[in-house]
């Protein structure tokens, strides 16, 4: 399969689609973590789909698409630790939890098979 754009990618899609999963869970949590858990969990959630998109953007140079990539893979271990402080806070379901954390570490998987074989994504000159 040809990949145009970024939105074709399997890891691209389910970052995408794990992100809303956590925006839709952390709508629950309590009112008193509005700036504080609930504003990490979605920031750090997100932040993997967006820097997946810069990194996209770089693929011409090796170093720079790398770079992103190890962004998008810290900003998604991030997510997982918010996942566990949610379950710890009791803010979530253990099944819940599971849930999210297994696409979680599906998208850090993809993620590192991309960072140990970029050349299958840079651009060649």
């Known amino acids: 399969m040809k990949v145009y754009s970024v939105k074709d990618l399997h890891v691209y ?3 995408f689609a794990t992100a809303m999963a956590i925006f839709d869970a952390s709508k629950r949590f309590p009112p008193e973590e509005r700036y504080a858990m609930t504003s990490q969990i979605r920031r750090s959630s997100r932040s993997v789909s967006l820097n997946l998109r810069e990194a996209w953007a770089k693929r ?8 992103k990539l190890t962004d998008c893979d810290g900003e998604n271990d991030e997510a997982d630790t918010a996942l566990d402080f949610a379950l710890a806070c009791g803010y979530m379901s253990s099944p819940l939890h599971q849930e999210l954390t297994a696409a979680n570490m599906e998208v850090g998987r ?14 060649k000159p």
């Open 60 to 67: 011409r140079y090796e170093a720079h698409f790398l770079s």
């Open 110 to 123: 993809m993620l590192k098979g991309m960072i140990r074989s970029p050349e299958k994504f840079v651009l």
């Open 13 to 15: 899609q389910k970052s």
